[in-house]
């Protein structure tokens, strides 16, 4: 019987345990899949802190994976068994060797884009897509601050600005990730532990600030990530590992000509014409060469040990769990 990661109680990693499930058939408009590579990202970490709400028997996390369908329910068109597949977006249950999902969740994998690819860049890959195109659509030239631009996002975030024309200023948090952000195209990396980072940032940034800011940080960060933007640029805040956003005036906003964005990407996912373009356009740029690195890889197994990782901030890139 295949195995499923069950999170048996909100909490610190030890809530998820392995646990074997039925292969159940998949209903009128689903498809089964038997997955090779599974995406792991923070915001699971969110659902298995509790702090986001899951629907009531929706006790395996995951949101992002890929393999080959191997079962098709009634009234489903468009996939046959054998077709390699990757999604993103709910419903939850991604920590799983075999799963059925929605028909309308799954796009079929271009040639030259692996599963292992694409499980580990569909809900990265459309928070970029969504950030870029969507929150504020970047053009050449444009000026892009990514916070902590050693991981996931960030890489990914720089990597495609880049391609678009942008420059962009990263930050990290140690040293030791500057060189991971520079491999990744940052035109200039700073420590966001600097007293300074904020005005380097402006000055950099053509002594005006940037037009796009990418806060994937939260907390404190926030508000002096809002100094970084010029007048009509725009401060995107993703998620807050480091604590809850304190709150922040409308007024302090309109003084400085900005504006501040706080996309969803489980939003964006969820509206089937946004998700259908977004995954369309992130295939297409892996196909022509965008890289995703992998910074971390674990069995399925071993659930725990990547989020104890990737919640104390020892991975980079994306993180994976893998089926064999």
């Known amino acids: 019987m295949p195995i499923a990661i069950t999170l048996i109680a909100p909490g610190g990693p030890e809530m998820l345990k392995p646990e074997t499930v039925a292969e159940v058939a998949p209903g009128a408009g689903e498809v089964r899949i038997r997955q090779s590579t599974i995406g792991v990202n923070f915001v699971d970490i969110y659902y298995r802190q509790g702090l986001y709400p899951r629907q ?9 994976g890929a ?19 990757a999604y993103t977006g709910h419903p939850l249950g991604g920590y799983a060797e075999v799963r059925a999902l929605p028909a309308s969740r799954l796009v ?20 970029v897509h969504m950030l870029l195109h969507k929150t ?9 601050l990514v916070h902590a631009a050693a991981g996931g996002v960030g890489q990914l975030a720089t990597r495609w600005a880049r391609r678009i024309g942008a420059h962009v200023i990263g930050t990290v948090g140690s040293a030791a990730k500057a060189s991971i952000a520079l491999d990744a195209g940052v035109d200039a990396v700073l420590l966001h532990s600097s007293d300074d980072w904020m005005e380097e940032a402006r000055r950099i940034a053509d002594g005006k600030g940037v037009h796009l800011a990418i806060d994937g940080i939260g907390g404190a960060m926030l508000a002096k990530t809002l100094t970084t933007a010029r007048p009509f640029g725009v401060v995107a805040s993703l998620g807050q590992p480091a604590g809850p956003i304190p709150p922040v005036r409308v007024e302090e906003l309109s003084a400085r000509t900005i504006g501040l964005a706080r996309p969803s990407v489980l939003a964006y996912a969820n509206d089937p014409d946004l998700y259908r373009r977004g995954a369309a356009a992130l295939l297409a740029e892996l196909q022509d060469g965008l ?10 197994l071993d659930a725990a040990k990547a989020h104890t990782d990737l919640e104390a901030g020892r991975t980079t890139g994306s993180v994976i769990l893998t089926v064999d």
């Open 108 to 127: 079929k994998l271009p040639e030259g884009v692996s599963e292992r690819v694409a499980g580990s860049s569909m809900l990265r890959g459309l928070t």
């Open 56 to 64: 009531p028997g929706q006790n395996v996390l995951g949101l992002e």
């Open 291 to 300: 890289i995703n690195p992998i910074g971390a890889e674990y069995a399925l």
């Open 67 to 85: 393999g080959v369908v191997e079962a098709i329910g009634h009234d489903v068109g468009g996939f046959k068994v054998g077709d390699r597949v």
């Open 136 to 144: 504020y659509p970047l053009q050449a030239g444009d000026w892009v």
